[in-house]
């Protein structure tokens, strides 16, 4: 069936420091790629999609990459500030199993430092 | 602009009772979820509802019973609660299933319930 492995946290960063969240994923049809972002009490949040191989999402300066040849959709950042301190889920979502509902991975802790 | 508004937020129960957490959504989305968060083991899904009038299990539907009252409403029952279903319960819903190409399943999450069972 389908899955997602995401690198195991917590990380911690300094303010500024560079952010990469490994993602790679195991689907048997043609999914659909997503972070969602959890801030302290909060639910899920969507923070960036792609729907296909080499598409870029992209908001609030986070960035991922479709990548069909590695199975992989790594979150980067280039500097992180203290408000990204937050649980980082990535998710699948694939059309043509699993009756198209979404799944997660385990989730990586960020936490970022002044 | 609620979005997904789930009651209650916090819930201490004993060993044996039953409860029903509400969810409810004001954007007129087709599909809605249960899903229950645990340390390390990330979100698991519970239920789900397709559409109004349909709803299927998950990977953990045991111990749990859910309610599609209306498009807006979908209802997560214990019936009997156990110390294992001590955890936090996340209601979200989508425009669709993931059976249609776009944006139409993105998912949108309310603040959650945390539930101790004692």
């Known amino acids: 069936g389908d899955s997602v492995t995401q690198m195991e946290g917590p990380v911690t960063l300094s303010e500024e420091a560079f952010l990469t969240i490994n993602c790679t994923y195991t689907a048997t049809g043609y999914p659909s790629l997503f972070w969602y972002v959890q801030y302290p009490g909060e639910g899920l949040q969507l923070l960036l999609k792609a729907t296909k191989a080499d598409d870029k999402g992209s908001n609030k300066g986070f960035e991922a990459t479709y990548r069909k040849e590695t199975t992989s959709f790594h979150l980067e950042k280039g500097s992180v500030q203290v408000s990204d301190s937050a649980v980082y889920f990535c998710a699948l979502s694939d059309r043509l199993t699993n009756a198209g509902k979404s799944t997660f991975g385990d989730g990586t802790t960020l936490t970022v430092k002044p | 602009n609620a979005g997904v508004t789930q009651t209650p937020k916090f819930q201490v129960l004993k060993t044996g009772q039953s409860m029903t957490l509400q969810c409810a959504q004001d954007?007129?989305?087709?599909?809605m979820y249960w899903y229950r968060q645990d340390p390390g083991m990330g979100l698991r899904l519970i239920y789900y509802?397709?559409?109004?009038?349909?709803?299927d299990k998950g990977e953990v539907p045991n111990g749990y019973n859910v309610s599609r009252l209306n498009k807006r409403e979908f209802s997560l029952r214990l019936e009997s609660a156990a110390p294992s279903q001590t955890s936090v319960y996340f209601c979200?819903?989508?425009?669709?299933?993931?059976?249609?190409?776009?944006?139409?399943?993105?998912?949108?999450f309310g603040a959650g319930t945390r539930l101790s069972v004692l």
């Open positions: 509802s397709a559409s109004e009038g349909t709803t």
């Open positions: 954007m007129n989305h087709n599909s």
């Open positions: 979200a819903s989508s425009e669709e299933l993931a059976t249609s190409k776009g944006a139409k399943n993105i998912q949108y």
